[in-house]
């Protein structure tokens, strides 16, 4: 009788651990979930990084902390649950690289302070949030329909959805330049009524960096919907030669856009150094972030920058000796002296209204609460005012916040939320996701956000017998 128990073992075992094996593989429900506790290691998702923010205990004091994920197999979406504590950081958010080349995140709310603990009224409705500084409506639905003025409206992941429109607007037809160096990744918005949407982008490849450096262009409307894009191939210098290419040249052409606000995506690597953007659209504002590239290898002599913004907020650093300098209000005492590398340094405007800031050379990293144009004539507000660590409500006569936003639920002493991502559009490199914490201001605020568990579940279609010829010709993995 033991015999036979035993032989029966030595036969099941291999059999059992192959279905076992075979079912993480193929996932036949469709449905493969992992369960993390930082402290721990898990084959799927890897320790939080970097260490100079991040300790093994998931305790993360600075901006960003990330970590990679490695799925077996192709998902459609991914649901993740963060169990985290948070000591004073006013934005925790979650997020997974969509685009190397720009380094753009989808990032998605686990926590916002701010509106957690603004006293205003609140009203709630389907993952939607409207705080008013006074009661004005009574309903979020009753607010989208009738919309105040969007000057006196802070969005946060939301969209009011009312399309805007520039009154008097009159195409003009007459090319306008902007001839200011910027570097890497950008993104402006423009207007179109009754015309062909048209730039040209002259730029150079400084192959400072190893790697080939393709450039996308990408129009989106007020919807975030592709309308129309251009594409320009690496120089064929892929080496880090630090040898900048000739000048270069992309165009973008959209006809026949309804009336409306555009967005333009620059994806282009830190190599791309853009020198001249000409266009026949009247309006163009850039948003969020500048970098105000260096003029090596094409002007000798580094031209000042006077840039236009509404912003109240902005910061600046600098990675380069080269590129200390004084930036500041044209016509106020507001100075700022960016006298050290790799410092941030934060420039408060009491200015109301629109103001001009100026700089004196290049080679400057700068983030805005606004937004930002090259030339006063060009300057428009097609926005609400984007809610950050740093906005100033009142400065900016905020008196409603409108967000796409769920406050985290509270088990025990720790905090846990959700975000969903559509898994098509995570980067995977060479079988690899990669999520980030972004902790906006978790420094400036001596903060500290304690990560408990990482859990994710991974969803696909059910594998049914039909996927099995695929699966084994290798084409439905």
């Known amino acids: 009788m033991l015999v036979r128990i035993t032989q029966l073992l030595i036969v099941s075992v291999p059999i059992a651990l192959f279905a076992w094996l075979l079912n993480q593989e193929l996932v036949p429900t469709g449905t493969f979930a992992v369960r993390h506790d930082v402290a721990d290691e898990s084959p799927f998702i890897d320790r939080l990084l970097p260490d100079a923010r991040v300790d093994l205990a998931g305790n993360i004091t600075n901006d960003p902390a990330f970590f990679f994920v490695h799925p077996h197999r192709a998902f459609d979406s991914v649901d993740a649950e963060i169990w985290f504590q948070n000591d004073k950081a006013p934005i925790v958010e979650l997020g997974a690289l969509g685009n190397v080349e720009a380094q753009a995140y989808d990032l998605h709310p686990l926590q916002n302070l701010i509106i957690d603990n603004l006293g205003w009224i609140r009203l709630e409705k389907d993952g939607k949030v409207l705080l008013q500084r006074t009661l004005t409506y009574r309903s979020i639905d009753e607010f989208l329909a009738n919309p105040p003025a969007i000057s ?21 037809g007459e090319t306008q330049s902007v001839a200011v160096s910027l570097r890497g990744s950008h993104e402006f918005k423009t207007y179109v009524k009754n015309e062909t949407l048209s730039y040209d982008f002259r730029f150079m490849d400084m192959n400072r960096d190893e ?14 919907v592709s309308v129309g894009d251009a594409r320009a191939a690496d120089d064929g210098d892929v080496a880090a030669s630090s040898k900048g290419s000739a000048m270069r040249h992309i165009a973008l052409r959209i006809p026949g856009l309804p009336e ?8 282009a690597g830190r190599d791309i150094f853009w020198r001249t953007i000409s266009t026949t659209q009247q309006n163009m504002v850039f948003l969020n972030a500048l970098f105000l590239g260096d003029e090596v290898g094409y002007n000798d002599d580094p031209r000042p920058v006077l840039m236009w913004t509404e912003a109240k907020h902005l910061s600046f650093a600098t990675r380069h000796v080269e590129g200390l300098q004084t930036v500041g209000t044209v016509h106020s005492s507001s100075r700022l002296a960016i006298d050290e590398p790799y410092k941030r340094f934060e420039l408060g405007v009491t200015e109301p209204g ?19 144009a090259f030339d006063p004539s060009m300057f428009f507000n097609p926005d609400p005012v984007r809610l950050t660590d740093q906005t100033d409500l009142d400065a900016l ?17 720790w905090y846990v939320a959700n975000a969903t991502f559509d898994a098509r559009k995570i980067v995977l490199d060479k079988g690899t996701w990669k999520f980030v914490f972004s ?23 059910p594998f049914s017998l039909n996927d099995l010829y695929g699966y084994v010709a290798g084409t439905n993995r």
């Open 354 to 372: 629109v103001v001009a800031i100026s700089s004196d050379g290049v080679d400057l990293e700068m983030t805005a609460d606004g937004h930002v």
């Open 439 to 461: 902790v906006p201001g978790i420094r400036a605020a001596g903060g500290t956000v304690s990560v408990k568990s990482i859990n994710l579940t991974m969803i696909r279609p």
């Open 397 to 413: 006569g905020v008196d409603y916040v409108y967000a796409e936003y769920v406050s985290p639920r509270s088990v025990g002493d």
């Open 211 to 224: 790697g080939a450096d393709p450039i996308t262009l990408v129009v989106t409307n007020a919807d975030g």
């Open 260 to 267: 409306g606000a555009y967005k333009v995506q620059m994806q």
């Open 152 to 172: 006196t409206v802070a969005t946060y992941h939301a969209s009011i959805g009312k399309p805007f429109v520039l009154d008097g607007y009159v195409p003009a």
